[in-house]
């Protein structure tokens, strides 16, 4: 199963300081009755997709709501301090499983033909919903053609171009932002994280800032800064690409398609921009392109990389259940083929041809 950054922070009553935009919008479609049946919430994994939808859900069935926010005091709102509350259900992945499947989908049915546990409304949340198989898929859009009053629906995803546009198409979409580097490194801090690291947490992640959140948890910082030297290594032809592919592993496949294609796209704008600053995991592979004479050939290069990394990410995020050892093993081997413009000498392909 794909390794990908969660949302896994405990449920609130409150968005995150870089939603606020999205929660009034929100706000105020819910006070002129004109909520959309079904919303599409899409952005960036590790944002904070999920607690949004978790926190509304909690404002709506609120039964004595602020101008804002939930109460925090009424029943319905004691009843679900701990996450759960009858009149929500969260359909996701099942552990071990990478799809969500048709039988979760008629479990939603047969949760929205139930009458509300509190009298008032109901809310489905459906988590990672690019996971969705194709029969999942094909059951929920059926739910959508007969939306039911008083039930509503937050697809959450990731990747909401993976979803078939007939779902897309009958939802209405939030976007959610991605917060800027000082937004994320403020958050940060107020959770806790060392000052010291805070910055490095926070580049690591994309500030992305759940994502760092784990990243902390996990000591994933180390295993990422392993990882970006172990591909300079894999330029200058001091390591394997088995031998990356091993510590990639242990940061999780998806993660790891994923520093490729942030360390790609940050390469070639320093290329094309001659930047100068770079975070501290990318020191050394700045240092090894800066002293490529031919610039034009390389930024090609790191495109058809890119895009490349991309077909991965979308293929490890989407229905398919691809093999990722492999799909890394076959980055990485592109990868390594850049030290043909690093070093200005011709390499010899698995064909043995020479480029």
Known sequence: ???????????????????????????????????????????????????????????????????????????????????????????????????????????????????????LRKVIILNNAHHLNASAANSLLKTLEEPSKDTYLFLV????????????????????????????????????VAADQVESIALAAGSRPLHALTIVESDG?????????????????????????????????????????????IVIRSLLTNETEHPDSLKALAQIFSSVEDRTALVKRLLQFNLAAEKSQRQLLGGTNPNAQLMLESLLWQWSSLHTQVSGKQTTDRAGQHR
């Open 157 to 192: 995803t990731a990747r909401a171009d993976s979803l078939p546009a007939t779902l897309r198409s009958r939802c209405q979409r939030l976007v959610m932002p991605t917060p800027s580097l000082e937004v994320a490194m403020h958050w940060l801090r107020a959770k806790g």
């Open 1 to 119: 199963m794909s390794n990908e950054p969660q949302e896994t922070i405990a449920p609130s009553l409150t968005p995150l300081p870089w939603q606020q935009p999205e929660w009034r919008r929100l706000l105020e479609q819910h006070k002129a009755g004109q909520m959309a049946h079904a919303y599409l919430v899409a952005g960036e994994q590790g944002i904070g997709k999920f607690q949004f939808a978790q926190a509304f859900a909690r404002y709506l069935l609120c039964q004595r709501p602020g101008a804002e926010l939930a109460c925090g005091e009424c029943t319905n709102c004691l009843l679900g301090i701990n996450g759960f509350h009858p009149d929500i259900t969260l359909i996701q992945p099942e552990e071990g499983s990478r799809d969500i499947k048709i039988d979760q989908i008629r479990a939603v049915t047969a949760f929205i033909a139930r009458t509300s546990h509190s009298g």
């Open 221 to 265: 910082l180390v295993h990422a800064n392993e990882f970006m030297v172990s591909l300079a290594a894999l330029l200058q032809r001091t390591a394997s690409i088995q031998t990356v592919v091993t510590i990639a592993m242990k940061i999780g496949d998806s993660v790891a398609v994923e520093y490729l294609l942030r360390t790609s796209s």
